[in-house]
T-cell receptor
Framework: SAVISQKPSRDICQRGTSLTIQCQVDSQVTMMFWYRQQPGQSLTLIATANQGSEATYESGFVIDKFPISRPNLTFSTLTVSNMSPEDSSIYLC??????????????FGPGTRLTVL | GENVEQHPSTLSVQEGDSAVIKCTYSDSASNYFPWYKQELGKGPQLIIDIRSNVGEKKDQRIAVTLNKTAKHFSLHITETQPEDSAVYFCAASNSWGKLQFGAGTQVVVTP
């Protein structure tokens, strides 16, 4: 498994501002992901954070709105830019870890609970 | 792309009874099916997973079954306890860790 921490754990922000969320993992991992979980909903993949290159975004998500950094194999940031109330969600970092001969498993951080007023 | 449907959306069970959650997927290339438990205010926790080369996997009170032909998989929780109360998500993946999640099932275990 992997121990994943996120900062901040929660925040309340004003519309039009930006928030950067940090994700730190206790071991080097190849794959890191960012998900959004809107209130009472399931998880939706925002992007794959690639080390040394630009993130790969899913349909409906763009770099200008959700810029991502991945400076090394243990850390990534997600910025939610020019926020509106519709951005109020839980933002989750996840990592893929090799689980021996059984293949890879994906673990999630505790999430960042964002409220935009 | 992959589409995962999950039923039921809510499930209320008496403590000690069994709970079953079912998911179907659309992409026949999917080969990895994890289940996550999410408690209030926490991130999803991987509780069990199954890969397409097996039909069933057990871990204490939790089991998962997979029917590749029918493209469905299920989570079984036996002897439920109040601490099993949470939202459970199924997911499917066919490449590079891109998980497609079901809508989730709110499980309530009443004493």
């Amino acid at each position: 498994s992997a121990v994943i921490s996120q900062k901040p754990s929660r925040d309340i922000c004003q519309r039009g501002t930006s928030l950067t969320i940090q994700c730190q993992v206790d071991s080097q991992v190849t794959m890191m992901f960012w998900y959004r979980q809107q209130p009472g909903q399931s998880l939706t993949l925002i992007a794959t954070a690639n080390q040394g290159s630009e993130a790969t975004y899913e349909s409906g998500f763009v770099i200008d709105k959700f810029p991502i950094s991945r400076p090394n194999l243990t850390f990534s940031t997600l910025t939610v830019s020019n926020m509106s109330p519709e951005d109020s969600s839980i933002y989750l970092c996840s990592v893929e870890v090799l689980a021996g001969e059984n293949g890879d498993e994906q673990f999630f951080g505790p999430g960042t609970r964002l409220t935009v007023l | 792309g992959e589409n995962v449907e999950q039923h039921p959306s809510t499930l209320s069970v008496q403590e000690g009874d069994s709970a079953v959650i079912k998911c179907t997927y659309s992409d026949s290339a999917s080969n990895y099916f994890p289940w996550y438990k999410q408690e209030l205010g926490k991130g999803p926790q991987l509780i069990i997973d199954i890969r397409s080369n097996v039909g069933e996997k057990k871990d204490q009170r939790i089991a998962v079954t997979l029917n590749k032909t029918a493209k469905h998989f299920s989570l079984h929780i036996t002897e439920t306890q109040p601490e099993d109360s949470a939202v459970y998500f199924c997911a499917a993946s066919n490449s590079w860790g891109k998980l497609q999640f079901g809508a989730g099932t709110q499980v309530v275990v009443t004493p």
